[in-house]
């Protein structure tokens, strides 16, 4: 977590999916995943993170939180596109 901490994204995804290939039932690594993700804005890929870490530990109330909230922030995304399109600015 220390890249994703010093603001290097990549590199922390790339390090906690390799933690996620040695233990691909770690809850937590997956929930990390995906808040780097949302930093990335990236909310399909967070998204489905969180659904897995969900899918892991159903008692995770804050893992079903995070996909509620990505989802509206993927809705809130696309209609912010869809506005560019519209006024011709993307």
Not at 18 to 25: F, G, M, Q, T
Not at 34 to 63: T, V
Not at 75 to 81: C, G, M, T
Request: positive net charge; glycine residues 6%.
């Amino acid at each position: 977590m220390v890249y994703g901490m010093m603001g290097r994204y990549m590199e922390a995804i790339a390090s906690i999916n390799r933690a996620i290939d040695i233990d691909p039932s770690d809850h937590q690594a997956w929930m990390h995943r995906g808040f780097l993700f949302w930093r990335l804005e990236r909310w399909y890929d967070a998204c489905a993170s969180f659904k897995r870490a969900a899918a892991l530990c159903p008692e995770d109330g804050y893992a079903r939180h995070c996909i509620s909230v990505t989802a509206e922030e993927m809705k809130r995304s696309k209609e912010r596109s869809r506005r560019r399109s519209v006024r011709g600015e993307g």
